[in-house]
């Protein structure tokens, strides 16, 4: 939702991990060791890309409601 946080678990990679939204007017995330927080900015959907040190990429699909 708009204005709540929701903490997913990196279960693959390799550390440390960097993490980017495709569209931040609809939600951000920051990463802390394998921990993503992602907070709600506005109702849409968006793209969470996951990056691991070796290069290797997940997506995690965002809707905020």
């Known amino acids: ?3 709540k946080e929701d903490v997913v678990t ?3 990679g390799t550390a440390p991990y ?3 939204v495709a569209d931040e ?3 951000t995330a920051t ?3 394998s921990a993503v ?5 506005k ?3 968006t793209t969470l890309t996951v990056t691991d040190k070796d290069g290797k990429t997940g997506e995690v699909s965002i809707k905020v409601e």
């Open 1 to 3: 939702g708009v204005e």
């Open 31 to 33: 990463v802390n060791e």
């Open 18 to 20: 960097t993490v980017k």
């Open 25 to 27: 007017t609809v939600a």
């Open 37 to 41: 927080t992602v907070k709600g900015v």
């Open 10 to 12: 990196v279960k693959s």
């Open 43 to 45: 109702a849409g959907t």
